[in-house]
């Protein structure tokens, strides 16, 4: 099954007091290269989110966002410890009684005051194991990643569709290409030979040897027989590689550039004004394809 690199996919969950929505998309790319946007509070997070992409992709540009949220309701920064505060309280109250005793007046402590001493806010809760948020988010992520999977597989049969059209193209024109380099035969055989027998007519020196090499020679560069029948190889390559079942995109890639090299050497051997369009026909379908190909996984 053909997978694009193109894909998309959001989703939202909660856990351990917390909500978090997430999205992840992907673009091509030489290889995988993996852009976390994720809280740095949550211990092992992001390593644990790394680890988790790596063994679900392959390749592509992939960019995943996270925000968390406490949910309303939930407990979130100090608390004040009831105990402690009683006994604050309750010092304060002997402190000033003492010193009333004495003729002494005191300044009235503020709640400003109170907080500030050590023991009356628990700094515990500001200050919370993050291991349960992290074990739920990562619980959550593998429905994100068959959203994410799912689109990318319906991308790729959609292009699998396009492909498969262009090999096609590819097949009818190398056919097309055969048989103008058949039709060229007498065509390019003739113009040869009347050179020949110009450039014989205005040379003293007739080496009947040396003429017949140089025609061989000449017809061995014109040539294109090599060139169509690895084409066809080609041709057969690529619609093996998309029946197959795991990554094809980096040999998809290599035989774009084989398909683009061969149809090159077919357009400098042409000499024929038919073969030559076909050729150009050809190497047009084959860039279309090979920008297609581009974002196979």
Do not use: C
């Not at 856990?15 to 992840?24: E, L, T």
């Not at 989110?49 to 679900?56: I, N, T």
């Not at 309750?90 to 000033?96: D, G, H, M, R, S």
């Amino acid at each position: 099954m053909t997978v694009s690199m193109t894909g998309f996919a959001a989703g939202r969950g909660t856990g351990a007091g917390y909500g978090w929505v997430w999205d992840i998309r992907s673009v091509n790319g030489k290889g995988l290269e993996l852009r976390l946007r994720v809280p740095d509070w949550i211990d092992g997070l992001e390593a644990a989110l790394r680890a988790e992409l790596q063994k679900a992709l392959g390749r592509g540009n992939i960019s995943l966002s996270l925000k968390v949220l406490r949910e309303t309701g939930a407990e979130t920064g100090p608390r004040i410890n009831p105990a402690m505060l009683g006994a604050v309280l309750a010092a304060l109250a002997e402190v000033e009684a003492t010193a009333m005793a004495a003729g002494t007046t005191l300044a009235q402590a503020t709640a400003a005051d109170v907080l500030a001493m050590r023991g009356v806010l628990d700094m515990t809760a500001a200050e919370e194991d993050t291991t349960p948020l992290r074990a739920a988010i990562l619980a959550d992520l593998p429905a994100l990643l068959a959203e994410f999977a799912a689109m990318r597989r319906a991308e790729g049969a959609a292009l699998a569709r396009i492909l498969t059209a262009q090999i096609d193209e590819i097949a009818r024109l190398v056919a097309a290409a055969a048989a103008a380099a058949e039709a060229r035969r007498p065509r390019a055989a003739a113009a040869l030979h009347e050179a020949l027998a110009r450039v014989a007519a205005n040379s003293e020196v007739h080496d009947e040897g040396r003429v017949a090499q140089e025609l061989a020679m000449l017809a061995v560069r014109a040539d294109v027989t090599e060139e169509l029948d690895r084409l066809t190889a080609h041709v057969a390559a690529a619609r093996d590689l998309l029946a197959d079942s795991g990554p094809i995109g980096r040999k998809f890639d290599f035989l774009m550039q084989e398909f683009l090299r061969e149809s090159n050497t077919l357009l400098s051997k042409s000499q024929d004004i038919d073969l030559t369009r076909i050729g150009l026909d050809l190497k047009t379908v084959i860039d279309q394809m090979r920008e297609q190909v581009q974002n196979v996984e």
